[in-house]
Structures are given as structure tokens and as C-alpha cells.
């Protein structure tokens, strides 16, 4: 760890913290407090840290592109990081596509759909409030699409 030393250490404030001070946040497909099944699957959610972290267990074949009517360019707005466990999710830009697979990582900016195969679990982990904004989207369309 790069700690500052002698003087600078009194003058920025700096002190190493105890144990009892330090706890990480974290958040588990099974501690996750909020769980929604969505037909095509389940997701579990919770928040921790600024970030929302969102499991995805897909078991059909999907393409959320309907959800996202609203947002500009009816793409998703907020970035996003995470982990495919297993299947296949595709991201579609404007301009080309990305495909990931079961045990790539990854990182898509805004501006994208997603579309999975079926028997998918990924792991999203994206901003707090950005996620925020584009869930309220995505509910809306939801409860439109199912009450038509």
C-alpha cells in the first residue's frame, strides 16, 4: 500500500484505517434484495458501493431492444460492467456488435441493446443512478407490453 510518510502524513490527515473501520461493500445472486421474475427469467438486484449489481438468469432467448423505446435513440443510456456465467449476450451499437460468452468479462459504454440466447446468467454491474434512470424506462415498457 503507498502510504505518505513523516510530515506529509500529519499534514494531509492521513492514518492507516483499523480493521473495524474498513467494510467493503458486496453483493451475492443469493443476498440480492430485490428479485423480479421477468417470464424469460429471473433478476436479482441490490445496490451497494454507488453501483447496482443485477443477476441475470435468462432461460429463454432475449432481446430487451423493446424495453429501451424512450431513452434516446431507443438505446440504453448507462454503461455497464460484468461477467457472463453462461450462454451468450449481445450488445448492438449504431455502428457494430458485440458478442460475449460464457467466462468473458466485459465492459459496454452507452448507447447499446442487449439480446441473449437462452439458458444465460450474466452480471451487471453498472452506476447507481444511471441504472436508475433506464430501469424506470424499462418498467414502463414492461407494464405497457404485458397489459396490451
Not at 54 to 71: H, I, N, Q
Not at 90 to 105: N, P, R, Y
Request: aromatic letters at 10%; a negative charge; hydrophobic letters at 35%.
Amino acid at each position: 500500500m503507498n502510504t505518505p510518510c513523516g510530515a506529509a502524513r500529519v499534514f494531509l490527515g492521513w492514518r492507516q484505517p483499523s480493521e473495524r473501520e474498513i467494510e467493503m461493500p458486496k453483493v451475492s445472486k443469493t443476498s440480492a434484495t430485490k428479485v423480479q421474475d421477468i417470464g424469460i427469467g429471473e433478476v436479482r438486484e441490490d445496490v451497494a458501493g454507488g453501483y447496482e449489481f443485477s443477476f441475470l438468469d435468462l432461460r429463454e432467448e432475449s432481446d430487451m431492444a423493446p424495453f429501451l423505446k424512450g431513452l434516446p435513440d431507443d438505446r440504453c443510456t448507462c454503461p455497464h460492467w460484468g461477467y457472463v456465467m453462461s450462454g451468450q449476450i449481445t450488445f448492438t451499437f449504431a455502428d457494430h456488435i458485440e458478442v460475449f460468452e460464457a467466462g468473458d468479462a466485459f465492459y459496454v459504454p452507452p448507447g447499446h441493446t442487449p439480446a441473449t440466447a437462452g439458458e444465460t446468467e450474466v452480471l451487471f454491474i453498472s452506476p447507481e443512478e444511471e441504472s436508475a434512470r433506464v430501469n424506470e424506462v424499462i418498467q414502463r415498457n414492461m407494464a405497457a407490453l404485458q397489459s396490451s
